[in-house]
């Protein structure tokens, strides 16, 4: 069981829709992180939370959009998608220390229409 | 940015043979790990070597990490069919972990 929980597991939006990932983590971490993997590819760093404060932005368009309300919790607002941006959305925690693995939820699989 | 590649980008083998995959990165590193990812859901965390190590195991696996080649390898021993998935190395550098290109491995009962 992964202590780090993602909803929805599966998500279609259209190119004008606005939506939210959501990530839950119950590690007691206080960095967390949104990865993005396309097919056959490794995943890519877009954002990273350190103490609930954005510390890390891969130069990720405007069309997304981090939050980090709690240290436990992460959401990724979408809106103005292209289909390009389907993909599988990975959230990941960690101590920020940097000292130890990361843990990661199952993923949002995203597909824009 | 991917920080490193690896080798081969595709393994496949019969149950009870050992699987070996390399992984190559370009910057100074605090720890390597290693990750599986099976049918593209979430990572799963395997095996972490600080940067003063140089060899670690954990069950069936063996990581070894050589900083002057910027290389490590991570071994399977007597795999199953269950470790059919894709395997990733990662480096930390402070704040970011950065995964390489991946290994698929198919095991063959």
């Known amino acids: 069981d992964t202590e780090v929980t993602q909803t929805p597991k599966h998500l279609v939006m259209g190119m004008t829709n606005k939506k939210s990932l959501k990530c839950e983590q119950h590690?007691?971490?206080?960095?967390m992180y949104w990865y993005k993997q396309k097919a056959k590819k490794p995943p890519e760093l877009m954002f990273v939370?350190?103490?609930?404060?954005?510390?890390i932005n891969e130069s990720v368009p405007s069309r997304f959009s981090p939050e980090c309300p709690n240290s436990s919790l992460l959401n990724l607002h979408l809106h103005a998608l292209q289909p390009e941006d389907s993909a599988l959305y990975l959230c990941?925690?960690?101590?920020?220390?940097?000292?130890?693995?990361?843990?990661f939820g199952s993923g949002t699989r995203l597909t824009v229409v | 940015s991917q920080q490193g590649e690896e080798d081969p980008q595709a393994l496949s083998i019969q149950e009870g043979e050992n699987a070996t995959m390399n992984c190559s990165y370009k910057?100074?590193?605090?720890?390597l790990q290693w990750y599986r990812q099976n049918s593209g859901r979430g990572l799963v965390h395997l095996i972490l070597?600080?940067?003063?190590?140089r060899e670690k195991h954990s069950g069936r696996l063996r990581v070894t990490l050589d900083t002057s080649k910027k290389s490590s390898s991570l071994l399977i021993t007597a795999s199953r069919a269950a470790d059919t998935a894709s395997y990733f190395c990662?480096?930390?550098?402070?704040?970011?972990?950065?995964f390489g290109s991946g290994t698929q491995l198919t095991v063959l009962p």
């Open positions: 990941a925690s960690s101590q920020p220390t940097g000292g130890g693995g990361y843990t």
């Open positions: 590690m007691g971490h206080r960095a």
């Open positions: 939370y350190s103490y609930e404060k954005l510390s």
């Open positions: 910057t100074s590193i605090n720890n």
């Open positions: 070597i600080r940067s003063n190590e």
């Open positions: 990662a480096t930390n550098s402070p704040r970011q972990l950065t």
